[in-house]
């Protein structure tokens, strides 16, 4: 049993138990349902939230799958919800909410939900420019992360990530995945980013906390046959670039020490590291760059605010006083719930320039 599995086995008689009582105060608004059909729908919305990732662990289907999205849709639709209970029940402190606005304030939950789901769904190309010293030739990276293969997004998003590469083809040298290609929702299976094979730049991926949950063997393995270069807590050298893929720590997998023997003092060094954590000290080692994800940026709102306060460095372009750079991104894909809001999917073209 995966670590994702037990996660959601966990949760789910939590998630269950809210979903009685956010549904039993939403019926309330519109004068109740007996507690019996209450509970039919909630035991509804756990195996919904737990169902799929039983058959999808073994093999992906169109119902499982649709299931997953159906289930995030609501997930994200609940918090909306309750966030909406919460202001009718302080505003009701003071005064008494007409009908008509209690009605159009459920109603801008599914409103919100479509311009959530299209801006989950459509991926944009932002660029950032990179001022370094060490450089002698001006180079363009295709930096992306959290691309979240799995029941909610499968083998669109790899086509979709696939075509927007081969349109900067002619633009950037190479494309640099941070971690989580993979979402552990469902199996990963040896064909499934095959789309990446006409992609003509070279691209690197190193390995995020979600690429073990499928396996991080069938991931890897499914990487190496689409032409994906695999960057294990390795360095590969491209031009005036040296890149360190350091792996996530799951399990029994350790991080390995990290010093200056990693770095290559004529070249400028790249850090790929999916979580934005430890930057002061990897830049006072010398890595000039670190090309991190993970958090999303938030993904959308309120949930944002709660990740701006819980990263130091939670999404941008940021660069201390020695001239050493972070770019967190906001991501392609999203976790578990297909919905964005306040954050681009994104794959974002790093310009480096000589200064």
Known sequence: ??????????????????????????????????????????????????????????????FGRFLANVNGIWMWASVMFLIDLIVIHLIGKFITLPFSIICIMIAVVPILGIYNFYKAHKLVINE??????????????????????????HKEIVQNVAEKLKWLDGTCGLAIISGDLADGSCVVEEDDFSAFKDVSMPIIFTPGNHDFYPGIDNVIKACKKAGIIVLDNETI???????????????????????????????????????????????SLGFDIQLSGHTHGGQFYPVIYFTNVLFKYNKGLFRNSSGK?????????????PMRWGTDSEIVVLKLRKS
């Open 128 to 153: 950032k420019t990179l001022v370094l010293d060490n450089l002698t030739r001006e180079i363009n990276i295709a930096h992306m992360s959290d691309i979240h293969f799995g029941s909610v997004h």
């Open 237 to 283: 050298e491209i031009g005036d670039l040296s890149i360190f893929g350091l792996t996530f720590s799951f399990d029994d997998r350790g991080t390995p020490k990290m010093d200056m023997s990693m770095i290559r003092p004529n070249l400028v060094n790249i850090l790929n590291y999916h979580v934005p954590y430890y930057w002061e000290e990897f830049s």
């Open 1 to 62: 049993m995966s670590f994702r599995t037990r996660r959601v086995l966990f949760i789910t008689p939590f998630y269950m138990l809210f979903q009685f009582f956010l549904l039993k105060y939403l019926f309330l608004l519109f004068g109740g349902v007996d507690d019996m059909y209450l509970a039919l729908i909630t035991i509804a919305t756990g195996l919904i939230h737990c169902g799929p990732m039983f058959f999808e662990s073994k093999k992906s289907t169109v």
């Open 325 to 337: 750079y972070l770019h967190v991104t906001t991501g392609v894909g999203s976790m578990d719930t």
